[in-house]
Nanobody, 116 residues
Framework: QVQLVESGGGLVQPGGSLRLSCAAS????????MSWYRQGPGKERELVAL????????NYADSVKGRFTVSRDNAKNTVYLQMNSLKPEDTAVYYC?????????WGQGTQVTVSS
């Protein structure tokens, strides 16, 4: 069955960096778009970044453009989110998501807290 396991979250000071990972299994990873979402305290879940199966196409929320970079390693079945210049408003639980045959699969999420 599909499994998505996020890691790499933590507490970081404003201006700092973190790299999130999402290890995938149970499907042919290299043939699917993958995405990162986040849900901040009291907020709705929002799309952060999207990457095509071949890494050629990426898309970002306006709030993270120029600071976050999504990438993937199809040999390792893993998608990454490099987050730089972090701001307190980036504080959220970050999830990776797969859409397969019109069904959404989510990981358990990893907490990112940006605070001094």
């Amino acid at each position: 069955q599909v499994q998505l396991v996020e890691s790499g979250g933590g507490l970081v000071q404003p201006g700092g960096s973190l790299r999130l990972s999402c290890a995938a299994s149970g499907f042919t990873f290299s043939t699917y778009f993958m995405s990162w979402y986040r849900q901040g305290p009291g907020k709705e879940r929002e799309l952060v970044a999207l990457i095509s199966s071949d890494s050629i196409s990426t898309n970002y929320a306006d709030s993270v453009k120029g600071r976050f970079t999504v990438s993937r390693d199809n040999a390792k079945n893993t998608v990454y989110l490099q987050m730089n210049s972090l701001k307190p408003e980036d504080t959220a639980v970050y999830y990776c998501k797969l859409r397969k045959l019109w069904v959404d699969y989510w990981g358990q999420g990893t907490q990112v807290t940006v605070s001094s």
